[in-house]
């Protein structure tokens, strides 16, 4: 079926590890590569498994406190190029871009972190940037990439690695990004919330 697609390279962010050592164990076990960066990668090789960093991709270091780390166009074209576009392909491989075919984000805590009474600095800290942009990034290529926009989902991946190996259907890879359209419309309803007040 030309609609199932196989998750080859996984590049995951996350702010809560809880429940991501089982993600790991069965992606590993289908050959799925790992691409990471900061606190992550080194939870996945904490894990015992092999993760490339987003910086060696790059070539940029994590900068500005860690505010800007994945935003860069080898990662974000890694994510939005077209596998069935000409023009895409040729020029992902001129820029030597590499296809990322699944995305496990978990959000920095904005909402965790206005109820427990932080200071604005921290409160602003707490807004997560690259996060939020992989979530729509791979939510808008959905017919290429699988997107897991929140650790509530790390269970229906599971699910699917289970039943059908490192492969999905176009409807399901629809059915994450509809998840995920709903975590970030979530996010940024929070946040704009706490503006107005």
């Known amino acids: ?98 296809e990322i075919d699944l995305v496990i984000v978990d959000l920095y805590p904005f909402e965790q972190t206005v109820a427990s009474g932080a200071s604005e600095q921290d409160i602003i800290e707490k807004i997560d940037i690259g996060g939020i942009s992989l979530i729509r990034a791979a939510a808008k290529n959905f017919k290429d990439v699988v997107i897991v926009p929140s650790k509530a989902e790390y269970g229906v991946l599971l699910d699917i690695l289970d039943k059908q190996g490192a492969e999905t259907t176009l409807e399901q890879r629809r059915m994450f990004a509809t998840k995920a359209f709903g975590v970030s419309s979530h996010y940024d309803t929070a946040i704009h919330s706490w503006f107005e007040k």
């Not at 992606?27 to 990668?41: D, H, K, P």
């Not at 069935?84 to 992902?92: K, L, V």
């Open 1 to 98: 079926m030309a609609e199932m697609k196989k998750m080859k390279t996984a590049l995951i962010s996350v702010f809560h590890k809880d429940g991501l050592d089982e993600l790991l164990k069965k992606l590993n076990a289908e050959g799925v590569r790992f691409l990471s960066t900061g606190g992550t990668q080194k939870f996945i090789e904490e894990q015992g498994y092999e993760c490339q960093k987003v910086e060696e991709v790059t070539t940029y270091p994590s900068i500005l406190g860690g505010r800007v780390k994945t935003l860069h166009p080898k990662v974000f074209g890694g994510i939005l190029g077209r596998r069935d576009n000409e023009g895409d392909q040729e020029q992902m491989k001129q820029y030597d871009i590499p």
